[in-house]
């Protein structure tokens, strides 16, 4: 069985001055009553995020690299030893922390980038762009590829730490992205909903909620929308969607979403009891051989329910 991740940021107050020395006491303090919060899920308001630049007399853009060492420590890299911290920004204002997680005894494949792990935070809270990502290096081509997706037009800022800003154009000139497939009619973001049936045994919250994820899943490319709820020992519950990318390697399971979201609300694997997919009958992939191999080694005695739906027909 795998070892839980020590993903978790110590929120005493020593240690998290150590963690962030260059913040103030003042800014300390905010993020400490932010991560305590027992609903904390990764992301910062943005007005929290305009307390915070004031406090600390920096630009946004500047926060968001001084936020990279919390983002990274979220990081569970034990087969790189390279944790990889990440901060997004939505168009709402709002920052989202992500960090890269990996899974010995598993394909390298199944890998959760830094940078992917903050943009399905923000995708799973509904945000209908992304204008820039701080990140501790310098994004792979991997996940280059899966802004893209997020940014045909690659518009949105990059934040490399010890770096000048660039843009993810500069970073991935003669792009192949979405728009190079046929029938292309929109990005990942902002979310849309496909309506999606909601199957007569479905009644329990964490179905529903795995129901909810998949109708909010991104697939123009197989059209095999999924969804994944994970239920924690304390109740709550963590929502993963399916985001495909045009590359179809860098698409993000929705199993891998949801775990992304678990890990930056600073929850062990061992606190997973239950988890639910809701994927298309039928259609041309599925999620439910990826999804029970890495349960069967992160959370072996967790429940797995699957339930198939289907897109309503008028």
């Known amino acids: 069985m795998k070892q839980n991740p020590a993903h978790a940021v110590d929120l005493k107050d020593d240690t998290f001055r150590k963690l962030l020395p260059k913040f103030s006491d003042t800014s300390r303090d905010r993020l400490l009553r932010l991560l305590r919060d027992p609903g904390f899920s990764g ?29 990274r420590r979220y990081s569970d890299s034990p087969i790189s030893k390279f944790p990889v911290g990440a901060v997004a920004r939505g168009a709402s204002g709002d920052l989202y922390l992500g960090a890269n997680i990996e899974f010995p005894g598993h394909s390298l494949g199944f890998s959760v980038h830094g940078e992917q792990s903050a943009l399905s935070n923000a995708y799973m809270h509904s945000e209908q762009g992304v204008e820039a990502i701080a990140v501790t290096a310098a994004p792979c081509g991997h996940c280059r590829q899966f802004m893209k997706e997020l940014s045909p037009e690659s518009e949105f800022r990059i934040l490399i730490a010890g770096n000048p800003a660039t843009t993810l154009a500069a970073l ?68 993963g969607a399916y985001i495909e990318n045009a590359a179809y390697n860098p698409s993000l399971s929705p199993l891998q979403a949801a775990l992304a979201a678990l890990i930056v609300a600073g929850n062990p694997y061992s606190a997973i009891s239950k988890v639910a997919l809701v994927e298309l009958n039928g259609a041309v992939i599925s999620q439910k051989s990826v999804t029970e191999a890495a349960l069967s080694e992160i959370a072996p005695d967790a429940t797995l329910q699957i339930v198939t739906t289907k897109m309503a027909v008028y």
Do not use: C, N, W
């Open 43 to 71: 992301q910062i308001s943005a007005s929290a995020v305009a307390s915070l630049a004031k406090s600390e007399h920096k630009t946004v853009d500047k926060l968001m690299v001084k936020l990279l060492p919390l983002a």
């Open 172 to 239: 991935l000139p003669m792009a192949f992205g979405p728009k190079d497939l046929p029938g292309f009619k929109a990005p990942a973001l902002p979310v849309r909903e496909v309506d999606l049936v909601r199957p007569k045994e479905i009644s329990d919250a964490l179905t529903l909620a795995a129901l909810d994820a998949a109708r909010k899943s991104y697939a123009p490319h197989t059209g095999a929308h999924s969804g994944v709820a994970i239920g924690t020992q304390s109740g709550r519950i963590f929502k």
